[in-house]
């Protein structure tokens, strides 16, 4: 069966660029106009994914995601954010919200994102064990569920598996932010780019980290696709 995803969007042209490219690559894509839209959709139909708007006139993203995994825990969603407005990013993920996709994207940036994160549903720990790529997919899903400590778990795994990729050590970073610990997340931060200078997610949650102690603004899960 074809996966479903609800796209959540007050902007007409976002609606139709995902909404086509999700299409093409055989998806069900469901659409809706506004946060109370969304809702309305929501209470009535059944859904893989929601990707959702997180600055919407009356009904924001936030209060729709909170909402939305009030009636459904495991539900997931990933927020489509504009640079610089995603001052709520580290709120979201406590809220479970599983990824973000960042104004402005690509159809392959849209294409992978959706299709990474509902690949990881099939993950579990077993599978989790069998490389790299699985351990650090099952620890995105572990941070979704909250279950914080099985994700530094694999994270940890994962770096013992290869030492010299710098994904899992911003992911703890951002597992250590989820816990209030920033300085302890900054570390992490450099770590990854000490492995890997240009790694572009952890200068970006360095960056946005070492303002105010943080800003809290756009926490970066490792897209590379993005750059």
Known sequence: ?????????????????????????????D??????????????????????????????????????????PGQDVIM??????????????????VDYLRKPFTPEEIRSIVKRVLERKGIDEELAGESFDL??????????????????????????????KPEPYNLIGVLLELRNEVPEALKMYRAALSVDPT????????????QWAYTRQGIDLGDESKE
């Open 135 to 164: 351990a650090l997919e099952y620890a995105k899903s572990c941070i979704t569920r909250k279950d914080f400590t099985k994700a530094y778990e694999y994270l940890q795994k994962a770096i013992g598996g290869d030492p010299r």
């Open 31 to 72: 659409t809706a106009v506004s946060g109370e839209h969304g809702l309305e959709k929501y209470a009535n139909e059944n859904y893989d994914l929601i990707l959702l708007d997180m600055k919407m006139p009356n009904l924001d993203g936030m209060e729709v995601l909170r909402r939305v995994k009030k009636q459904n």
């Open 1 to 29: 069966m074809k996966k479903r995803v609800l796209i959540i969007d007050d902007e007409k042209n976002i609606r139709l660029t995902l909404s086509q490219c999700l299409e093409l690559a055989d998806y069900e894509v």
């Open 80 to 97: 489509i954010t504009a640079f610089g407005t995603v001052e709520t990013a580290v709120e979201a993920m406590k809220l479970g919200a």
């Open 199 to 210: 790694y572009h997610p952890a200068a970006a949650n360095l960056e946005r980290a070492t």
